[in-house]
C-alpha cells in the first residue's frame, strides 16, 4: 500500500513563507538567501513549479520551518535578478497540493505531495443564486473601495466557480488562520458559503471612509477601473 502510494507523489520543493497563496494568484518574492536563489534557479531551468506553504512554526529566514500540510504549486512568471544576487521573482498559483512526507536533508525543504481533489460543483439554483450573490457582493465591495462616482468599474468574473471563490478569496483582507482554511476546503460551494458573510463584513467596515485608495498593486487583471 505504502508503495503504491509513494509512486502517485511529486517530488516538490518548498518554499515556507508567512503567506497564504491562492490557485491563479500572483506574488511577488524577494528572494535573497542562498538556498532559496538555488532552488528558484533550478525551478526555471527545468521549468518546474515549487510550492508555497504558510509557517506553522519557526523562522522565515534562516533554519527550518515547520509548515501547514496544504499550499500552492507556483510557476515562475518573471525574474528581476540584481547585481548582489537578490532576485524578485513573480509567481503564479496553478493548484493546491497536500504534503505527505518532509526531506529537510537539502538545503531547502522538499515535500512529498499529492493533488488535493476539489468536489465536483453541482449545477442547481441553489448554487446559482450562491454563485450570483457572491459575485453581486463582491461588486459592491470593490466599487465602496474605490469610492469615485466617476469610476467605472468592471470586473471580468471567472466563469467557473471554484476560480471565482479562489479569486474572491485572496483579495479579501483576511487573517492567514482564514485564508489557510479557505485554502484547505474541498468543497467549492462551502467555501462560497464562508465567503458571503466574510465580503458583507468587509462592506459594513469600509462604510464609514469615504474612499480607499488603491494603488496598482491591488490590481488584478480582472478589474479594470475607466
Same mark, same amino acid.
Request: hydrophobic letters at 40%; charged letters at 25%; glycine letters at 4%.
Given at each position: ?7 502517485? *507523489? ?23 538567501? #542562498? ?7 533550478? =525551478? ?60 529537510? &536533508? ?12 476539489? =468536489?465536483?460543483?453541482?449545477? #442547481?439554483?441553489?448554487?446559482?443564486? *450562491?454563485?450570483? #450573490?457572491?459575485?453581486? &457582493? ?20 471567472? &466563469? ?26 474541498? #468543497? ?39
Amino acid at each position: 500500500m505504502e508503495t503504491r502510494m509513494a509512486q502517485h *507523489l511529486e517530488e516538490l520543493p518548498l518554499f515556507p513563507l508567512h503567506t497564504v497563496l491562492f490557485p491563479y494568484a500572483s506574488l511577488l518574492l524577494h528572494v535573497f538567501e #542562498d538556498r532559496y536563489r538555488q532552488m528558484v534557479n533550478q =525551478c526555471i531551468e527545468f521549468d518546474q513549479p515549487f510550492g508555497v506553504v504558510l509557517i506553522r512554526n519557526g523562522p522565515e529566514v534562516g533554519g527550518i520551518a515547520e509548515p501547514y500540510m496544504v499550499g500552492t504549486a507556483v510557476r515562475v512568471q518573471r525574474v528581476n535578478t540584481y547585481d548582489d544576487g537578490h532576485m524578485d521573482v513573480n509567481v503564479r498559483g496553478e493548484r493546491r497540493f497536500r504534503v505527505r512526507s518532509l526531506d529537510d &536533508s537539502k538545503q531547502y525543504l522538499v515535500g512529498q505531495v499529492e493533488p488535493v481533489v476539489e =468536489c465536483a460543483v453541482e449545477e #442547481d439554483p441553489r448554487t446559482e443564486a *450562491l454563485v450570483m #450573490d457572491v459575485r453581486e &457582493s463582491f461588486r459592491v465591495l470593490i466599487e465602496g473601495m474605490f469610492g469615485r462616482p466617476d469610476y467605472n468599474i468592471q470586473i471580468l468574473y471567472p &466563469s467557473d466557480p471554484t476560480a471565482l471563490s479562489f479569486v474572491v478569496a485572496n483579495y479579501l483582507t483576511l487573517g492567514n488562520i482564514e485564508k489557510q482554511r479557505l485554502l484547505e476546503t474541498t #468543497d467549492t460551494v462551502e467555501r462560497l458559503v464562508e465567503l458571503k458573510p466574510l465580503i458583507e463584513r468587509q462592506i459594513i467596515e469600509a462604510k464609514p471612509r469615504r474612499y480607499y485608495k488603491l494603488t496598482r498593486q491591488h490590481l488584478e487583471d480582472w478589474i479594470y477601473p475607466n
